[in-house]
């Protein structure tokens, strides 16, 4: 079944018509330079040689004429020596491609054909931001275990999590995969991706004291000015407008929990809310999200980056230079941040206060530690991502979708309402038990995950079993998030946005249609110890924002049906790209602007 072509409903769930995939134009029309290369290679391989050699009823006659079809076009386009060693690479593509297909241990588990044989569709789908999608698909086709390459497989049943980050009796879980997870040339591993279990205990171990419940409550008051900040850019964005405004609330929540980090990290706001934009530095971290998941892809496809290596000296290093020209600056800035923090000499307990321990303990000579300053930053590097454009797209993704269910957004508005009779009432400690308000959250993030995919986990030597299928040593496996939630066996109404199934009498009510479903199936901040040190401050920032908003303003969708969002059209590149996400805001009758 279509990704696009399930059952629709309002707000995460498209009423668009059904979506089309993208075709890649023909081999003989792809751009006829080095750039074009990629696409040529691909297109000619899986229209020139694969398709004949597989589905052909004359192989030895499909694959010569595969074969001088390859050879006329690459040797036009590149010249003699360059068409014969593609050649040669494509017919050990397609001597590989019959092995993964008839001979590969993984070759009995259900799937798309021309993924089993390859992992170019798997690359095409990394680049182009349409992997989940393409991913989605599959599950829906072929159930919860899905081979999505010749060395990979995705799980969309609920136990792929104790089975791949906790690990059965007596095993651990397994290791990430260095494929997805060796950092970027020049860059230490950081806390989040740190393969080796040993260092990521470690660096664990020293960003804790920032997230315990202590911490947490010193934090309330910081959260608290935030937020309020916030609702007091809006207010006056909607008294500027005459008492209503149309905001991207992206880029707004972005704003509120950069600043937040930014006070917590690095004792310092970034002071996007107060300047109305993002700071240079978090410009710079959204751009390498991109060209890190390109990079990535090209990880998997050591021969083309040859190939193009042959072609022009340089062509491949192409995407890296991008690349390594924003990282430079990106270092530079996190390092200043890094070190002026470190120079500071106080009693916050913050997300800094357990490495500033261990460095200056070492520095004393007191204790050797295997932290070292790169590892400071490259950790607070990826956590500016991890502890703020995920809670941002999570709040985005709430009001992109209340504003489409209305019925559900006037429930969630008079929970909040009914429960505070002013707005200073409405603290971090008086929402934590609003029924709805995290009912809504926790929808939210099923059907729009703002992580929608855990990078891969390898197999270790030996093999292992994952949801009753033994796998061979080396096997990528992993977890599409978007796919786990909606995962029909799983869910009632997998597709449709059901805050009640979260309520109490969904859970204890046998006859309710949510009783059912699940629910630990659901693990959006992942488990095990490489969970999310953050969820519960994400949990109280969510909260604590969605209650002061919707007690001070009524929000409702454009007018303009252009400006709709729908969730599942977004591309993903590691993290969920970023569209104006617009909602029109409008002062409550009784605290109307004056």
Not at 28 to 55: K, M, N, V
Not at 187 to 199: E, F, N, S
Not at 399 to 417: A, P, S
Not at 559 to 582: G, H, M, Q
């Amino acid at each position: 079944m279509s990704w696009m072509s399930t059952p629709t409903h309002q707000g995460c769930m498209s009423d668009s018509p059904s979506h089309t995939r993208q075709v890649f134009p023909s081999a003989a029309a792809a751009p006829q330079s080095c750039a074009g290369y990629p696409l040529l290679i691909y297109e000619t391989i899986r229209t020139q040689l694969l398709f004949p050699l597989f589905y052909s009823t004359d192989r030895n006659e499909a694959t010569e004429m595969a074969t001088d079809s390859l050879g006329t076009k690459l040797i036009s386009a590149g010249g003699t020596l360059l068409g014969a060693a593609i050649v040669l690479q494509a017919v050990n593509l397609a001597v590989r491609a019959v092995y993964n297909l008839l001979g590969h241990p993984l070759s009995s588990l259900p799937g798309r054909k021309t993924w089993a044989s390859s992992r170019l569709p798997f690359v095409r789908g990394l680049a182009n931001g349409r992997l989940v999608q393409e991913i989605e698909d599959m599950h829906r086709q072929f159930g919860p275990i899905v081979r999505v390459a010749p060395d990979g497989v995705s799980f969309a049943h609920p136990d792929a999590w104790n089975d791949i980050l906790l690990g059965r009796p007596g095993q651990r879980g397994f290791q990430k995969d260095p494929t997805w997870w060796t950092p970027m040339p020049g860059q230490a591993p950081g806390v989040i991706t740190a393969i080796d279990d040993g260092l990521h205990a470690v660096l664990r171990r020293q960003i804790s004291p920032g997230f315990t419940s202590r911490a947490l409550r010193e934090q309330e008051a910081v959260v608290q000015q935030y937020v309020d900040l916030l609702i007091n850019r809006w207010r006056g964005i909607v008294e500027a407008n005459h008492g209503e405004g149309e905001i991207d609330v992206l880029r707004w929540f972005n704003y509120l929990t950069f600043d937040i980090f930014g006070d917590l990290a690095f004792a310092e706001s970034f002071d996007c809310l107060r300047r109305s934009e993002y700071h240079q530095w978090i410009a710079v971290i959204f751009d390498n999200l991109k060209y890190t998941g390109l990079a990535i892809a090209v990880r998997f496809q050591p021969v083309v980056a040859a190939i193009l290596e042959f072609i022009s000296p340089g062509v491949v290093k192409l995407l890296p230079a991008w690349f390594l020209r924003a990282q430079r600056g990106h270092t530079k800035l996190i390092t200043d941040k890094v070190q002026r923090r470190l120079a500071y000499k106080g009693d916050k307990l913050d997300f800094m206060s357990g490495f500033q321990t261990a460095l200056e303990t070492e520095s004393e000579g007191k204790e050797k530690s295997v932290i070292t300053i790169d590892h400071v930053n490259a950790t607070f590097s990826q956590l500016a991502i991890a502890a703020s454009e995920t809670t941002a797209m999570a709040l985005s993704a709430t009001l992109n979708i209340l504003i489409h269910h209305t019925d559900k957004l006037e429930m969630v508005t008079k929970e909040v309402r009914d429960r505070f009779q002013s707005y200073d009432e409405i603290t971090v400690s008086t929402v934590r038990d609003l029924a709805y308000v995290n009912a809504v959250l926790t929808e939210t993030m099923r059907l729009c995950p703002p992580v929608p995919f855990m990078p891969a986990r390898r197999i270790p030597d030996g093999g292992a079993t994952v949801c009753g299928k033994w796998l061979p040593g080396g096997t990528q496996v992993s977890v599409t998030f978007t796919s786990m939630h909606r995962e029909p066996s799983s869910w009632q109404a997998p597709n449709s946005f059901c805050p009640e199934r979260w309520l109490p009498e969904a859970m204890n009510n046998p006859e309710s249609p949510f009783f059912n479903d699940k629910r630990h199936a659901f693990q959006p901040f992942s488990i095990g110890p490489h969970s999310c040190l953050g969820q519960n401050l994400a949990w109280v920032e969510m909260r604590l924002a969605l209650a002061k908003l919707l007690w001070t303003f009524d929000v409702s969708a454009p007018a303009d049906p252009e400006k709709r969002v729908v969730w599942e059209s977004l591309r993903t590149f590691l993290l969920i790209e970023k569209r104006p996400i617009r909602v029109v805001v409008k002062p409550r009758a009784e605290v109307a602007v004056k």
